[in-house]
């Protein structure tokens, strides 16, 4: 097992803090990027998606993905002459692969994690008619990437499962 580092957990603080992220996928050369909701927990990313879609047929065609978050916690500084302007921001880069989840009691607990990501630790169990209702994505991250500009500090992380 691969016990996270600290910049790992930097990144992972970042991940569960943002609920909107793009997911970019490519198939014959061609990119695809969408924005979508999700979850963090535990090395990987979840998502819900209708039961098809070009989503899942680009998945389907190439697992291999990339997902990205970004804030900007600030506004952009002013820059006094010959300085470079600045903002503070971050970012998480992710590298994975995605696995569309057919099982019923595996998208219910992909779902239901995604749920009370949401809605609370104590939302109750999704029912099985509308688990039946949506497919779940799992992204399992084999490597990411991060960066945190603060007060003109760069800080740049690396991790890798």
Known sequence: ??????????????????????LAMT???RPY??????????????FHCALEGKKLVWIRANPRVCFSVARQPGSVEGHPQFQQ???????VVC?????????????AEVLNIFNRHFHGSDAPDLPEERIKKCLAV????????????CNRKLTCWHHRY
């Open 138 to 149: 799992e992204i399992c991250i084999q490597e990411m990437t991060g960066r945190r500009e």
């Open 1 to 22: 097992m691969n016990i996270p580092t600290e910049s790992c957990k930097e990144m992972e603080d970042i991940l569960r803090s943002i609920s909107w992220g793009f």
């Open 27 to 29: 198939v014959d050369d």
């Open 85 to 91: 302007c600045h903002m503070d921001c971050e970012s």
């Open 95 to 107: 590298f994975g692969t995605a696995r569309i989840v057919d099982d019923l009691q595996q998208r």
């Open 33 to 46: 990027m969408i924005p979508l909701n999700y979850a963090y927990d535990s090395g990987r990313i979840l």
